[in-house]
């Protein structure tokens, strides 16, 4: 399972914090907002999700004049919000109820308010005394996702963004300092006390105990809400105000504080049931790799991408997925939103992670970069949860890529890795050949090829067949309700 020799002699770049930062392609970490999703994903012509941002395709104003009605979203909205500062960033619009679902499993009531979300953030350090079953987190991932999904949001929705849940309140009159239609007030964190990610990661099942007892000691950025004392670390806003996706908007990193920050326009990009919908008939954004002549990725694609694959992954259309849960080697108040800090990225784990495994088998590794300087070898440097289907040959593929810390530890910068990986992720042959070709100059040799058939035969005799869900207790439209 874990690369030996292979590793040395096919070109590997093993973990330097620092070389990480300039990600290599096909299982690349995070570098910079437009940077490693752009070069590492399919690209295709935008889709119905992002071709459905908004009735006119154009931001709404935030003046208290020209305010965008609240009740037209509903849970699993996305919008693009455009700061008065000139930063944008993308949020998730939670209906009501769905915060409640979790809490409602939970022993430990939150209050309202400001004392209500210092409960949360203390209890949610300390994580559950007694872990609910798994049985009872399924419970509750289905009364958070359910509970609202057709309702309306109120004159001021709580919204989810860059790990931090955030109540966007209406202001009649402007504000100083700009904007002023709304403004953003923080609320908690992602994860709350009674969410079920939390009773798996304090209890997790067999089948993700590896990923999901690295992921819990790094979690502590989706558990607090964001405090004024580190404000001061947020990169420096761009002096005008650019609409939210557009390419020299200033993309608010991972550690950013919102909290009180005024919103100049809002965009709505799309929603849950558009981008299952899309991935249910034509998933090849997703799963083919990027070809001759296909353009880049938008914002708002880059935006729901990585939430996009989990929906791929769950109606059976991709095996294996890549999901990076923490990056240590790059300051929160540079980092881009990635992984569970992007939008409707933890409502789909939560889903995979309770589904009842006869409908929805899956299994995860982790693929860790351990901290060199930590005695107990925490995985501090890096983590992806690489998330695939209980079924050859995707659970050997993938947990051979966490083997040799594919997008964690390890750089795929050689021909041979780029296949290799580009393979298991389900990316069609001749588009990896088009990726490397425009990396190395030329596409890979038959030698390299061979090599990595080899490999993905050694490691299981079982050919892929997709769409994988085919053969599980219950139909792909079940698996993949919401």
């Known amino acids: ?40 994903r399919p690209t295709r012509a935008p889709g119905p999700v992002c071709a459905s941002a908004s009735a006119s395709g154009t931001a709404q104003s935030s003046s208290p004049d020209s305010l965008p009605a609240a009740w037209q979203w509903r849970d699993g909205d996305v919008l693009a919000l455009a700061l008065a500062d000139g930063r944008s960033v ?50 509750a991932a289905v009364a958070m996702t359910s509970a609202s999904s057709t309702a309306s949001c109120s004159s001021s929705p709580l919204v989810v963004c860059n790990g931090a849940r955030y109540r966007l309140e209406r202001q009649e009159a402007p504000v100083e300092g700009g904007g002023g239609g709304w403004v953003l007030r923080a609320v ?43 404000a001061a670390a947020a990169p420096a806003a761009p002096s005008s105000s650019p609409a939210p996706g557009s390419a020299g908007a200033g993309v608010a990193a991972v ?4 909290d009180g920050c005024c919103v100049a326009a809002v965009r709505r990009v ?18 083919d790799g990027s070809g001759p002549g296909d353009p880049p990725l938008t914002p708002d694609q ?3 991408y990585t939430a996009a694959e989990l929906a791929c992954l769950a109606t059976g259309r991709r095996g294996v997925v890549l999901l990076q849960l923490h990056v240590g080697w790059q300051a929160a108040a540079a980092a881009p939103p990635y992984g569970p800090f992007k939008p409707l990225v933890l409502r789909l784990l939560r889903q995979l992670l309770t589904s009842p495994g006869k409908e929805l088998p899956l299994v995860s590794f982790a693929s860790a970069a351990p901290d060199p300087t930590s005695p107990a070898g925490k995985a501090a440097a890096g983590l992806t949860m690489v998330l695939c289907a209980d079924k050859e040959p995707f659970r050997s593929w993938g947990a051979h890529l966490a083997g040799f810390g594919c997008q964690a530890a390890l750089e795929a910068q050689s021909p041979y890795y780029k296949a290799l990986i580009g393979r298991v992720l389900g990316y069609s042959p001749p588009n990896i050949a088009h990726h490397i070709k425009e990396k190395h100059g030329s596409p890979p040799s038959p030698e390299v090829l061979g090599a990595v058939e080899r490999q993905l035969t050694s490691l299981s005799a079982k050919q892929p067949q997709l769409p994988w869900t085919a053969g599980a207790r219950g139909s792909r439209r079940k698996a993949a309700a919401p």
């Open 1 to 40: 399972m874990v690369a030996g020799p292979a590793v040395a002699s096919h070109g590997a770049q093993p973990l330097r914090v620092s070389s990480l930062q300039q990600p290599a392609v096909w299982g690349a970490s995070v570098a910079s907002p437009a940077q490693s999703t752009a070069s590492t």
């Open 302 to 304: 880059l935006a729901l």
């Open 255 to 258: 550690g950013a504080v919102l």
């Open 188 to 230: 908690s964190g992602a994860l709350v006390p009674g969410d079920p990610l939390l009773a798996l990661l304090a209890a997790p099942p067999k089948p993700h105990a590896a990923a999901l007892r690295a992921w819990a000691p790094l979690t502590s950025q989706l558990l607090r809400a964001p405090v004024a004392a580190v």
């Open 270 to 287: 799309g929603g849950l049931q558009e981008l299952q919908d899309q991935v249910a008939s034509d998933p090849g954004l997703w799963c």
């Open 90 to 139: 993308y949020v998730e619009v939670e209906g009501p109820g769905v915060g409640a679902g979790a809490a409602a499993v939970s022993s430990t009531s939150a209050g309202q308010g400001a004392r209500g979300g210092q409960q949360a953030r203390r209890s949610g350090r300390q994580g559950p005394r007694s872990a609910p079953s798994t049985a009872a987190a399924a419970a």
